[in-house]
């Protein structure tokens, strides 16, 4: 039996990463986990993506079909003590495409950014609600 680490790095990533950004060298994940909850009167959506402002992000909506994108580009400048600057970029994008059911109204869909989460609620249409469940009896 080989240890663990024997497959070439690139190969080890694409089945750690979902088959995704195999060479990305930096361990960092781009694309952010999305929680799917059905609530009485609506569906929430929610995505962790700290670092990001509410600006970063881009909702679309085509029949039932989300898209949830984010394309940042930051840049930070150190001065060093003999004068010379060193410029670093930091680059961070993603996109995440999900199906709502149909009994989501997504023309009244609403987003909010709060301590690094992204929630986007779907509000129940109208008459849509789930019948109280019941027990039958056999007879």
């Known amino acids: ?18 088959f995704y950004d195999l060479w990305n060298n930096t ?12 609530e009485k009167d609506s569906y929430k959506a929610e995505l962790a993506v700290p670092g ?6 881009n909702i679309e909506v085509e029949g039932n079909m989300v898209t949830i994108s984010c394309d940042n580009e930051a840049k930070t ?3 060093e003590e003999d ?17 709502v059911p ?10 909010k950014y709060n301590d ?3 929630s986007v609620t779907f509000p129940k249409k109208p008459g849509t609600e789930k019948a ?7 007879q």
């Open 52 to 57: 990001l402002k509410k600006d970063d992000f």
């Open 1 to 18: 039996m080989r240890p663990s680490g024997w497959w070439p790095t690139p190969l080890n990533r694409f089945f750690d990463n979902d």
């Open 77 to 79: 400048k150190k001065t």
């Open 132 to 138: 109280a469940s019941q027990k039958i009896k056999v």
């Open 102 to 111: 149909e009994h989501a109204d997504t023309e009244k869909i609403s987003a």
């Open 83 to 99: 004068g010379y600057s060193r410029w670093e970029y930091d680059y961070s994008c993603f996109s995440r495409s999900f199906t």
């Open 27 to 38: 361990g960092k994940t781009t694309i952010p986990s999305l929680n799917f909850t059905e």
């Open 116 to 118: 690094g989460v992204l």
